[in-house]
């Protein structure tokens, strides 16, 4: 079983782009089955490859199971998606012996900037940068398919 432990946080500040080396990648993503704890998503990156995601769980541990699949299958199953059609661009950042991706998003998602960090295990620790803000590892309102299903959360 795949295991993805990470952290999520919004981004407080423009600090972190000193820290980038490249232009990230562009992410537009879809999910196509949903259920308590259970979800697929397809993911297209920078265009040119496709990955299937199916996820287990809630909060900080989830099981993550994910597959290359042909990008042309990718498109076509586009049209079957459930609600929006998430576009954004990732960042990776090193952070000693982790990485920090930071998700820029677009369209109906802007302004939003959050960032993830990826752990080892749940008692893992990491010193946070200063443009880390509020938590929302156990905020659903800012799961990724929380954000398609249902927009921004008021607050933002």
Same mark, same amino acid.
């Given at each position: 079983?795949?295991?993805?432990?990470?952290?999520?946080?919004?981004?407080?500040?423009?600090?972190?782009?000193?820290?980038?080396?490249?232009?990230?990648?562009?992410?537009?993503?879809?999910?196509?089955?949903?259920?308590?704890?259970?979800?697929?998503?397809?993911?297209?990156?920078?265009?040119?490859?496709?990955?299937?995601?199916?996820?287990?769980?809630?909060?900080?541990?989830?099981?993550?199971?994910?597959?290359?699949?042909?990008?042309?299958?990718? #498109?076509e199953l586009e049209? $079957?998606?459930i609600g929006t059609?998430? %576009?954004?661009? /990732? =960042?990776?950042? +090193?952070?000693?012996?982790?990485?920090?991706?930071?998700?820029?998003?677009?369209?109906?998602? #802007?302004?939003?900037?959050? $960032?993830?960090?990826?752990?080892?295990? %749940?008692?893992? /620790? =990491?010193?946070? +940068?200063?443009?880390?803000?509020?938590?929302?590892?156990?905020?659903?309102?800012?799961?990724?398919?929380?954000?398609?299903?249902?927009?921004l959360p008021k607050?933002?």
């Amino acid at each position: 079983m795949g295991k993805e432990i990470e952290r999520k946080f919004l981004v407080t500040d423009e600090a972190w782009r000193a820290l980038i080396s490249d232009e990230g990648e562009a992410f537009r993503q879809f999910y196509l089955a949903r259920r308590d704890g259970f979800s697929v998503r397809l993911r297209i990156v920078d265009g040119a490859k496709a990955f299937l995601t199916m996820k287990t769980g809630i909060g900080l541990s989830r099981g993550e199971y994910e597959y290359e699949i042909p990008l042309t299958d990718a #498109a076509e199953l586009e049209a $079957a998606h459930i609600g929006t059609v998430i %576009e954004k661009r /990732r =960042f990776r950042i +090193p952070l000693g012996d982790h990485m920090i991706e930071v998700d820029v998003f677009s369209s109906a998602l #802007a302004p939003l900037v959050f $960032a993830e960090i990826e752990l080892e295990g %749940e008692e893992d /620790r =990491f010193h946070a +940068p200063a443009w880390f803000g509020r938590e929302l590892t156990d905020d659903p309102a800012y799961s990724n398919l929380s954000l398609a299903l249902h927009g921004l959360p008021k607050e933002s």
